[in-house]
């Protein structure tokens, strides 16, 4: 410690602030092996000393964790670039992505970074969810990391709903104007709830102000507090899942590797690929941008953001209030109690559960495939509760009953699975859950390609011609 102190006395200005930062180099500065080791030490504050060696493979992650870390780190570092540029005033804001766009060194594309990373973020961290979920990683000790991780994936939705309307334009102003107008249908609270997150009576100057107060200061705040949660829990679960065959006892652990290399060389692998992916998307593709926000000029179709277009596509099938409200409410409480389902058998670690709920799997997704199509099209052309019964409230004739159908088919679906694979619940479940998740994924791909003026049904390769 003397030694040390006597030793400092004796450097040079830059030779004490480089011993201040890597304290104990003071003999050998120069040799690259102190600085690994440093580094290394750094690294083992934040990672395990060793993992298991099962858990690096790939297939098991497919690095998208990783993947949605790597992006909100790129969404945050872009994020605070544009804040030094964008106004968030009614009369401003469109003009300052202009001049961010036009007059900002790199302003473009720092633009583009972030719209992109954005977009890609909800992917990833759709594509992570359903890992999870047909990995069994919301088993015991896992179950409260599956509640944290759909408390992320609201928050990130929250990000990009809010960060879409920031920039003021024709495409921002009605979207936001469609998504917040949804609220009115929530009984009771609703009307309130939309004065709330508009900040008076229509979409304006503080509407813009609260969305980026949202945007750039709470959700940032709840990611800084929910992610390190996230992974301290996956630390505390003893690590990953192991995956292991169907037939493989769940005991059954093998040797522990060192993290450095063995995972961080990986991390840093996947980290480079997804940002260099993201760079190049960002070079060729400018992040769109419409006229200024015009409130007296609706765009024929209005369309949500694409994460909402299941959503909007729902919305022509049924009656706002189960649409908006009902079903979206009940596919939250099923997804909130997954972990907490008294299941049959522990199947972390097992891809579908079993070799039978694999079959169940893709049998699901085939009938999800083929009814949903079928459905649209029936309910648009065939099926019409309203004219049928004009009698009868909206909420019955356009809700209540479509609804009940589409609730009695769910259950029959379970009970005529479980009977004809002779499966457990686990495998019955999650063949509810692909069906449910596959119909949601069409719907969305409906909303987004196939509908055109007033929503109408449409064959989106015929449009151009
Ligand atoms: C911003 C969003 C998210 C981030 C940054 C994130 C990050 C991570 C990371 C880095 C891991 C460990 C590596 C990996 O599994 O790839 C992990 C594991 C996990 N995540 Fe997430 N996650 C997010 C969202 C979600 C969501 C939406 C869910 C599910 C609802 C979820 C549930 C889990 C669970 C249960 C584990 C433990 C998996 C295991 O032990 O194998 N996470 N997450
Ligand atoms: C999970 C994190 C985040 C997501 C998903 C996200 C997403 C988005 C999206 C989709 C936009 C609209 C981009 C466009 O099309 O123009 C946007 C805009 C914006 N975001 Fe973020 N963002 C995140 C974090 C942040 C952070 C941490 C900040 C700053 C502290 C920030 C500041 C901004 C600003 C100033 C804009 C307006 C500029 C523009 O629209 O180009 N964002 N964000």
Redesign the pocket.
Known sequence: MRENSVMSDRLNLLQRIRHSIFPGMLQRPKYPERYRNFFNSLILHFRPRSVQERTLRFTLTWGLGGMAVVV?CM??GT??M??FV?QPFPDRAYES?IH?QNNVFFGQLI?NI??WS??T?LIIVFLHFLRVFFSGAFHPPRQFNWIIGLALFLA?LT??IT??L??WDQLAFWAITICTGMFEYIPGIGEWMQALVRGSGDIGAATLSIFFAI??AV??AC?LVLMPFHFWRVRKAGGLVIPRKPDEDRGSREEKVPTIPNLILREIVVAVVLMAFIMFVSVIFN???GAKANPGLSPNPTKAPWYFAGIQELLLHFHPLFALFIIPILMMIVLFSIPYINYQTNTAGVWFASLKGRNMAVSSALVAIVVTPLGIVADEFVIDFVAWLPDIPGEINNGLMPFALMLTATILFYRAVKRKFSSNNNEAIQAVVVLLVVAFIILTITGIWFRGQGMALIWPWEVGS
């Open positions: 909100v969404l945050f994020g605070l544009l804040k964008y992505i961010l633009r972030h719209h954005g977009n973020l990130v990000s990009n960060g879409y920031l920039p945007h750039t959700i940032p990611l992040a769109p941008l």
